[in-house]
T-cell receptor, first 114, second 110 residues
Framework: GENVEQHPSTLSVQEGDSAVIKCTYSDSASNYFPWYKQELGKRPQLIID?????GEKKDQRIAVTLNKTAKHFSLHITETQPEDSAVYFC?????????????FGKGTSLLVTP | SQTIHQWPATLVQPVGSPLSLECTVEGTSNPNLYWYRQAAGRGLQLLFY??????ISSEVPQNLSASRPQDRQFILSSKKLLLSDSGFYLCARQTSYEQYFGPGTRLTVT
């Protein structure tokens, strides 16, 4: 089955700096890569996603890049703010009888200090 | 809008007691539905998924079961809870590629 590894597990940056979180996946059939943000005690929220026919996608301060050959994808947050502090999860999915079954990384706890 | 409801929001149950968690969705017909569990400080583990009424697939063998009695209702059950069943249970629906989570049920087994 699919195995998604996520690094780092914790990340601390100063406000205004950039943050990068990286994930690798094992199944070449995976073709959908979402990122979720989870604040303490709340549900994960989808913040950005990318499909395998695209190499990069940007939405304001966040961007995701995908390297299909190397089987890795990354989340980039620029001009970080304290409210960006949360746990971020990457996932990889492929179309199957279950729709898009997602396999999640173990999460990155991001702390943005003022 | 396509809203997801989960009930109850929090639950404290003794070991060996039964469990029933409910997920209902609005605004969409025949959605793919998922149950995930998140242990404290951990990632998301897919437990069950359903592509239609009465169709349930299990990802991980355990003492939990799921049912989908209606198109927009997904239920997670157990006959006898274990301490290891504690966690944050999230229902998700799929729209096209995207999966969106409900508010979750926080279960503590004592």
């Amino acid at each position: 089955g699919e195995n998604v590894e996520q690094h780092p597990s914790t990340l601390s940056v100063q406000e205004g700096d950039s943050a990068v979180i990286k994930c690798t996946y094992s199944d070449s059939a995976s073709n959908y890569f979402p990122w979720y943000k989870q604040e303490l005690g709340k549900r994960p929220q989808l913040i950005i996603d990318i499909r395998s026919n695209v190499g990069e996608k940007k939405d304001q301060r966040i961007a995701v890049t995908l390297n299909k050959t190397a089987k890795h994808f990354s989340l980039h947050i620029t001009e970080t703010q304290p409210e960006d502090s949360a746990v971020y999860f990457c996932a990889a999915g492929s179309n199957s009888n279950s729709g898009y079954a997602l396999n999640f990384g173990k999460g990155t706890s991001l702390l943005v200090t003022p | 809008s396509q809203t997801i409801h989960q009930w109850p929001a929090t639950l404290v149950q003794p070991v060996g007691s039964p469990l029933s968690l409910e997920c209902t969705v609005e605004g969409t017909s025949n959605p793919n539905l998922y149950w995930y569990r998140q242990a404290a400080g951990r990632g998301l583990q897919l437990l069950f998924y359903s592509v239609g009424i009465g169709q349930i697939s299990s990802e991980v063998p355990q003492n939990l079961s799921a049912s989908r009695p209606q198109d927009r209702q997904f239920i997670l059950s157990s006959k006898k809870l274990l301490l290891s069943d504690s966690g944050f249970y999230l229902c998700a629906r799929q729209t096209s590629y995207e999966q969106y989570f409900g508010p979750g049920t926080r279960l503590t087994v004592t």
